[in-house]
């Protein structure tokens, strides 16, 4: 009788969490989207004083597998492409400009320039991932900032992924 | 199996708890470019205004968050709408031949991929990668004009100005957006609108020593037939045509002007304009640029190039923006000072002791390049301190000098554009608007003027942050709405 009686409550959880799975692994157009402008607007915000990371908390461990992503490889290439289009742009306009205004001093090309704002853009990135990685918490998140803690990159990156890890909660 | 259910319930959580913003999120895409253009100057505008670059590709770095499948490839669906637009042309870059070859087109779409017409409606590419090696593909998007629209509206325009009948305008959209399957993975708007503001040379402002030459924006109050007028727009490098203005009866009368090279002019209580034509205001732009005197204190050994590029970067920004303002930089490397160190820390909690050390100098910008992971941030206990760590972009100092100088973030406002550089977040901003340059210079408690930068009136505009002074309330408060702004620059 009790054995049939668990048959019976295995098969009710079974009904509730089956479809609940299924949308685990397809999030819809509307909930994926939203937690892509969550990200961005946390892994992009300037002094981030506008609630960005607790809006991005929200979500909580959908948003981990991007996250764990941005940290491990950055902005996408197309991110990457049009804050260097920005760059090359800008010091082009800066080239022009400085034959009529002297306060302008170019001591950089173009290529160390572009290179120069290209990587703290990634650190950027990584700092950011790694923060909100560490605020997420559980397993998955732990494990991306376990796995970036290994790597030695910048300095203040690795500063900023050991003080994550060191905090999160497992 | 634990991990999957209690990731599974968060979904079933949180989609039920954002049911009602989802429908609303979907739709909402911020403007890259918001251009506000005179109708009867099309003819006549930079080329750059029309043609915008964008890439191939997510804007997260695992494309699509919670998609399900293998991420092959993507579609495009471009929207080309409104009377004033008549086609995009597509132009890729950087897209290897087979996947060009291999592209396919509907709707409004015809071409190929070195050469893409999009004629007004929707039309969709698909067969577009998610990713490749090295830099991205990128579509070079070129915007056409309706001409049989160009030719009506200019006769509309100068046919409702001489019968003196209220303004008009069209508006017209590019809308790009990168799908994986149906998961909207990056987006991209440009929109146009075409006020018509043909002034006939009748009454006119007469601008001199124009330090560029260049084409001055100009914020018009005064009085019209039709009643007062408040920030009408004008354009103009020497003789600007106001068509009729009327003496100011009741009305507010006064001007501004914003020019490259030049401090902006705020000339109030014009007396200049009576009721018959062919008055004459002059307006001589005399003081050039005001340039405010910058301290930036190198903490972080290294951080001269970043320093330097980013004061570049912030001259060119404001002056091509004709905001009247740039920086004058004085380099102090205390890289190697403990003492500084340690009283200029990493942040804002620093200030206090900052405040009373011999690494700050008063009543001129500070700003300092500290060894802390984040961007930028401008200081509330003095606005003259700024902060900058290691992993700003090229544009931070320029927005904490913003933050300085009174402005207060554009997020959430639909009349800026993602390329505001007053946008909390963001990597490639370039724009002030006019109503943003006119609060740098004349807010009460703008550093421009509690430095003593600036001497000239002062308002007591809304829309900006507390600043180093107290502003008296018996102050002017008429300024002109924040995103005023008269283009192209």
């Not at chain 2, 913003?21 to 251009?35: K, P, T, V, Y």
């Not at chain 2, 132009?91 to 592209?103: E, Q, T, V, W, Y």
Request: glycine content about 10%; charged content about 20%; hydrophobic content about 40%.
């Amino acid at each position: 009788m009790k054995s049939f009686k668990q048959m019976w409550v295995a098969a009710g959880v079974a009904l509730l969490v089956v479809p609940v799975l299924s949308a685990a692994a397809d999030l819809s157009p509307e909930l994926s989207l939203e937690i892509r402008q969550a990200v961005v607007t946390w892994l992009e915000c300037e002094e981030c004083t506008d609630g960005e990371l607790d809006a991005l908390a929200r979500y909580g461990e959908l948003a981990v597998p991007t996250l764990g992503a941005a940290l491990e490889r950055g902005p996408s290439p197309a991110t990457l492409e049009k804050y260097r289009m920005h760059l090359e742009s800008t010091y082009q306009k800066m080239v022009e400009y400085s034959r009529t205004h002297e306060e302008i001093k170019l001591d950089q090309s173009q290529d160390e320039y572009v290179k120069m704002y290209l990587e703290s853009y990634r650190a950027n990135y990584a700092v950011r991932a790694a923060q909100a990685l560490g605020k997420a918490g559980g397993r998955e998140a732990t494990r991306y900032l376990d796995a970036a803690s290994k790597r030695k990159t910048r300095e203040d990156v690795d500063a900023a992924v050991q003080e994550a890890a060191k905090g999160v909660a497992r | 199996m634990e991990r999957y259910i209690r990731r599974a319930l968060a979904v079933f959580a949180i989609a039920f708890a954002f049911s009602g913003l989802a429908a609303q999120a979907a739709g909402d895409i911020g403007l890259s470019r918001n251009w506000k253009v005179c109708a009867g100057d099309t003819f006549e505008l930079p080329k750059d205004i029309f043609t915008e670059w964008v890439p191939v590709g997510c804007e997260t770095v695992d494309c699509c968050p919670g998609c399900p499948g293998i991420l092959d490839k993507l579609s495009w669906r471009i929207k080309v709408e409104g009377a004033p637009l008549e086609s995009a042309t597509l132009k890729f870059s950087r897209l290897p031949k087979d996947i060009a070859a291999g592209l396919k087109f509907e709707g409004t779409a015809q071409g190929s991929a070195e050469n893409l017409l999009i004629s007004k409606g929707e039309g969709s590419i698909s067969g577009l990668p998610v990713e490749l090696a090295g830099r991205a593909a990128v579509a070079q998007v070129d915007v056409s004009l309706d001409q049989a629209w160009l030719q009506g509206q200019a006769k509309q325009s100068q046919a409702a100005m001489l019968a003196n009948v209220e303004d008009a305008d069209d508006s017209g959209s590019i809308t790009i957006e990168q799908y994986y399957d149906k998961y909207r993975v990056n987006e991209y708007k440009i929109a146009f609108r075409f006020p018509r503001c043909f002034f006939p040379l009748r009454d006119r402002i007469v601008l001199s020593n124009n330090a560029s030459g260049d084409s001055a924006s100009v914020l018009v109050d005064a009085r019209r037939s039709t009643g007062c007028v408040f920030e009408e727009e004008h354009k103009g490098a020497g003789i600007i045509g106001m068509g009729s203005v009327l003496s100011n009866g009741g009305c507010r009368s006064e001007v501004a002007v914003f020019s490259d090279d030049d401090a902006m002019k705020l000339v109030p209580g014009v007396v200049a304009w009576t009721d018959p034509l062919g008055d004459t205001l002059g307006v001589n732009l005399t003081p050039d640029r005001l340039m405010a005197r910058v301290h930036v204190w190198l903490v972080r050994p290294g951080s001269f190039f970043t320093a330097l590029g980013d004061i570049n970067n912030a001259n060119l920004l404001y002056n091509t923006n004709n905001s009247g303002i740039g920086f004058t930089p004085i380099f102090h490397d205390v890289s190697t000072s403990l003492l500084a160190l340690l009283t200029i820390g990493s942040g804002c909690g620093n200030a206090a002791a900052v405040i009373g050390s011999s690494f700050f100098v008063p009543g001129q910008l500070n700003a300092y390049y500290v060894n802390g992971a984040f961007t930028g941030v401008n200081c509330g206990a003095d606005r003259n301190i700024q902060y900058v760590g290691t992993t700003a972009n090229n544009q931070t100092l320029a927005h904490e000098f913003g933050h300085s100088m009174s402005l207060d973030h554009t997020n959430g406002n639909p009349a800026f554009p993602i390329t505001n550089v007053m946008i909390g977040g963001g990597s490639a901003r370039t724009h002030f608007a006019d109503g943003q340059s006119f609060r740098m210079n004349a807010h009460c408690s703008s550093t421009l003027n509690s430095n003593g930068t600036r001497s000239g009136p002062i308002r007591r505009c809304g829309s900006t942050i507390s600043g180093n002074v107290a502003c008296s309330i018996f102050t002017d408060t008429h300024c002109p709405p924040l995103a005023a702004d008269v283009l192209p620059k």
